[in-house]
């Protein structure tokens, strides 16, 4: 099989990577695997690409090592952040392409797609900044010694992503992987592996040394697995389910005890006090579940309404949610695309039959949209209680629950009553209600007045099962050193 293809989407046609990158150079899988993508707006193959599995990630992990001590080791600083900068020059001269490869392997519509490939820019460029400026403190400790800490890079670093942003988490993970001068074993999502084997040829043009990243497309069960339980990976990143961090943290504790950075599931609540402006929280609200096809994982899944404004605002989102453009991801008005696989339209399709049939009402969608292509309606549930599946367990589509509470307090509380604490937000004109409520709520990011703003110098990040340490902002660095303490002793021995 070819190591690399012409594709043709409705816009344009491009080159297509479809094998392995390791050491700077597309290469067939050892086993000679392969595996379709399918696009999610037809449903037809758009091509196969070369699978990685266990023997694959060893290979790359030695080609890892080795950057790591050699080439890799003499590039300055200043000249990491170059190679950063000048990759995000790539990716925003190549917008068309990558935002075209988004749209036929995820299903995003092309619009929001060309806001990712910008905000991935902006992420790489912004660790690209920090790049040298990664530094340690000096400690007076005593007047005969000399003290001080180094924050070196931890080492080879094994990144899992997810399908729903493959070219944001890519970013997201390089970034302050690559700042602070480690080296990375990519696994990409295997329902969309296109845009980070793209990516990989920018790397290389980019002029990152050969093995300093190394992008495998594969499967979780065999590559990513390999990935968390190799003995000379340094730490592992994983965004995805929860149910899978806690399989890589096992798999991380039982090999060779390495660091963990998990970013993880959410059922983000979406509070609604009397005095918001209903009229901007709907538009809000709306983003919050619908961006992304309600494929985020801090999606306000969870609407919490006050009983003082519960119909009207009701009444509002419904009309919002039907207004919703949802069809052909390559149209440019599209806001809704289809959902990523038959997989995932099965699963949200039977949390919405399975919410009917517990007595939830539909205010809006609840069915297929179309027939061909794995779309779903918008779908909105009313007269729901905590204990339905479809309030508990997260869906990761199209679907949200409304509560009626009454009280700001009974709001809290139903706010916090979940395992999960990555986001939520508040919609209140009042500037010490939005603090208090902000400081009570169990979640790594809180919103007010606003949802899913997500910046690349913000920390996100979860608490409960939502994860462990923060992407993003400098926070994000500190996952990817170790501090060393110097100590020098200055007097007479």
């Known amino acids: 099989m070819a190591l690399s293809q012409t594709v ?30 399918i696009n999610p707006h037809d449903e037809k193959p758009i091509v196969a690409v070369h699978e990685g599995t266990a023997q694959d990630v060893d290979i790359a992990v030695k080609a890892a090592r080795t950057a790591l001590n050699g080439e890799w080791k003499k590039v300055t600083p200043s000249e990491r952040g170059r190679l950063l900068t000048r990759l995000a020059d790539f990716l925003e001269r190549d917008i068309d392409t990558l935002a075209a490869i988004e749209a036929l392997d995820n299903g995003k519509g092309v619009t929001m797609a060309r806001g990712d490939v910008t905000a ?55 970034g302050p ?78 090999s060779n005890l390495k660091k963990v950075t998990l970013e993880l599931g959410g059922k983000s609540p979406n509070i609604i006090l009397p005095d918001a402006n209903l009229e901007d929280a709907v538009e809000w609200v ?36 039907e207004q919703n453009r949802v069809g052909d991801p390559f149209h440019a008005e599209t806001f809704q695309g289809p959902q990523v696989s038959q997989i995932q339209y099965d699963r949200i399709m039977g949390y ?7 007595g939830a009402t539909v205010v809006t969608g609840g069915d297929r949209h179309g027939s061909q292509g794995y779309y779903i309606q918008p779908t909105i549930f009313a007269d729901v209680h905590e204990e339905m599946t479809i309030v508990k367990d997260e869906i990761f589509g199209p679907v949200c629950t409304v ?14 009553d979940t395992n999960y604490g990555l986001a939520a937000a508040v919609h209140t004109m009042n500037i010490n209600t939005a603090i208090r409520v902000s400081n009570v709520l169990k979640a790594g990011t809180v919103w007010v007045n606003n949802y899913n703003t997500l910046h690349y110098q913000m920390p996100f990040g979860g608490f409960k099962e939502s994860g462990i340490g923060r992407e993003l902002g400098s926070y994000a660095l500190e996952n990817y050193t170790e501090v060393k303490t110097v100590r020098v002793h200055l007097g007479q021995s």
């Open 8 to 37: 043709d989407t409705p816009v344009l046609s491009y080159e297509q990577p479809l094998g392995l990158f390791i050491n700077n150079e597309f290469v067939k899988g050892v086993e000679g695997k392969t595996f379709e993508t």
């Open 352 to 358: 919405i039959e399975g919410a009917k049939g517990a």
């Open 177 to 254: 992987a690559l700042a602070t001068g480690n080296t990375v074993v990519m696994k990409t999502a295997e329902q969309t592996p296109l845009s980070g084997l793209y990516v990989a040829k920018l790397i290389k043009e980019a002029g990152f040394p050969p093995g300093v990243v190394n992008v495998i497309s594969g499967f979780g069960r065999t590559a990513g697995a390999a990935i968390a339980a190799h003995m000379d990976v340094d730490k592992v990143a994983f965004t995805g389910s929860t149910l899978v961090g806690r399989q890589i943290m096992k798999a991380a504790a039982d």
């Open 286 to 321: 709306n983003l919050g579940i619908f961006f992304n096809h309600g494929q985020c994982c801090c999606a306000g899944s969870r609407i919490i309404v006050h009983e003082a404004v519960y119909e009207r605002f009701l009444e509002l989102f419904k009309k919002r949610a």
């Open 120 to 174: 991935s820019a902006g992420c790489l460029r912004y660790y690209g900044g920090w790049a040298d400026k990664i530094y340690g403190q000096t400690i007076d400790t005593d007047p005969n010694s000399l003290t001080y800490t180094r924050h070196e890079p931890v080492g080879v670093c094994g990144q899992i992503i997810p399908w729903n942003f493959p070219l944001m988490m890519f970013a997201w993970k390089i």
């Open 403 to 416: 509560q009626k509470v009454h009280s700001e307090e009974e709001a809290i509380r139903a706010a916090n």
